[in-house]
């Protein structure tokens, strides 16, 4: 309606913004190098440049995860505790890294695995209920701790720095029987342990010293008592920076009972969205071309965040093909970007132009500002919010669903 004023207070701050972005997976390096060069080097200018959406936030999976051709680790040599056959594989340095090599752009690039090596695990396989063998302090947890610190020292080989690691992908998943791709299991009193054994000191005596460690990077659905358990823990929480959430189970876990509860109870650590995406669920069809309604969800989800002190959002997989894939257990989902790889074309999807309206005008260093409607919107489904930028500017997005 008309008469609707949203008026902007900026002696109210709040959050500070960490950035926007999409994840390299395998898949999404697969599909963007089947392109012609033209084509690669648009779809990469259409994310990550000033004439595209001015992506600054890169997630990486460390080694493989569902989106790849088939499961891997950086040393699938069994009990090779000093991590001498540890290597980059192809996908790293083929795909992964000549995909980062493109962009111009300084990026904040972040890690995650999936899992570890088999002979690292009670289930001796990469899916599957199982954890890290033994407990943390011991030879298979510190092992673990090492791998990050190689993986990191290889990448850099590459010239490619990371700002941040998460302790690990969903650690929930492989507490679940019969996981169907690569896991490995923490509860929360496990992944505190091992950060404040392993992990953390590994990172804290390499030369990566000043990278930030994310802890949970699980549906917010663990929280606040996920953060509470690691970040109560003095030894744990020294070496954490903030606290990773995906949103697959958002509709089963209220940001006010969970991300709300966690940023008073620990407001010095960030909180950031780490994945999502659309068509994960097994009711959702995978791929619907042009599909307004999938942008909108974007939205309502990146702006349900930023309104609850959460610091930035990063989608899944960059690009995937038609049926949403490559993925070697056919867990097919949408992506904003579709790659047609038989014709050398792709596709930019309303959920692409919905990322643009956040990432391209809220840049990394914007805060979050007061914004007070004249009066609720009934009628009218209007959601919205508002960041003073570093150069002084005010910007405020507004979604009419």
Not at 36 to 56: C, I, K, M, V, W
Not at 100 to 110: D, E, G
Not at 192 to 213: M, T, V, Y
């Amino acid at each position: 309606p008309a008469d609707l004023v949203l008026t902007v207070d900026t002696t109210q701050r709040y959050q500070k913004v960490k950035g926007f972005g999409g994840s390299v997976t395998d898949a999404a390096a697969i599909n963007i190098l089947s392109l012609p060069e033209t084509a690669q080097d648009h779809l990469l200018r259409s994310y990550f440049s000033e004439e595209g959406l001015e992506y600054n936030l890169v997630r990486l999976p460390m080694a493989s995860c569902d989106f790849s051709l088939h499961a891997y680790t950086y040393d699938d040599v069994p009990f090779d505790y000093e991590l001498t056959h540890f290597s980059l594989r192809d996908e790293d340095t083929k795909l992964k890294a000549s995909a980062l090599a493109m962009s111009k752009q300084p990026l904040s690039l972040y890690a995650s695995p999936w899992t570890s090596p088999t002979w690292m695990k009670t289930s001796e396989s990469f899916v599957g209920k199982g954890t890290l063998k033994g407990q943390a302090g011991d030879k298979y947890h510190k092992t673990w701790a090492n791998y990050f610190v190689r993986f990191l020292d290889e990448y850099a080989k590459y010239n490619l720095t990371f700002w941040a690691v998460t302790a690990e992908n969903e650690p929930s998943a492989g507490l679940i029987n019969n996981y169907p791709f690569q896991c490995l299991g923490f509860t929360a009193e496990q992944q505190r342990d091992f950060i404040a054994q392993d992990l953390g000191p590994a990172l804290a005596n390499s030369s990566h010293r000043h990278i930030q460690l994310i802890i949970l990077d699980d549906n917010r659905l663990h929280l606040p008592h996920w953060a509470k358990v690691v970040l109560e823990d003095e030894k744990a929480a020294r070496y954490v920076h903030g606290i990773g959430i995906h949103w697959y189970l958002d509709f089963i876990g209220p940001i006010q009972d969970t991300v709300v509860p966690t940023h008073e109870l620990f407001p010095d650590y960030f909180i950031l969205a780490t994945e999502a995406c659309i068509g994960a669920h097994f009711w959702e069809r995978d791929v619907i071309l042009g599909c307004w309604d999938r942008g909108n969800q974007y939205s309502h989800s990146i702006l349900t965040n930023l309104n609850h002190f959460v610091a930035g959002w990063t989608d899944w997989n960059l690009a995937l093909d038609l049926e949403g894939g490559p993925n070697w257990v056919k867990n097919y989902v949408d992506s904003p970007v579709i790659v047609d790889t038989s014709e050398g074309i792709f596709y930019k999807q309303p959920m692409f132009y919905h990322m643009g309206h956040f990432s391209k005008f809220i840049p990394e260093g914007s805060q979050r500002v007061g914004l007070v409607a004249s009066k609720e919107s009934k009628k009218v489904d209007l959601e919205y919010t508002a960041f003073l930028r570093p150069d002084g500017a005010v910007v405020v997005v507004v979604l009419n669903r």
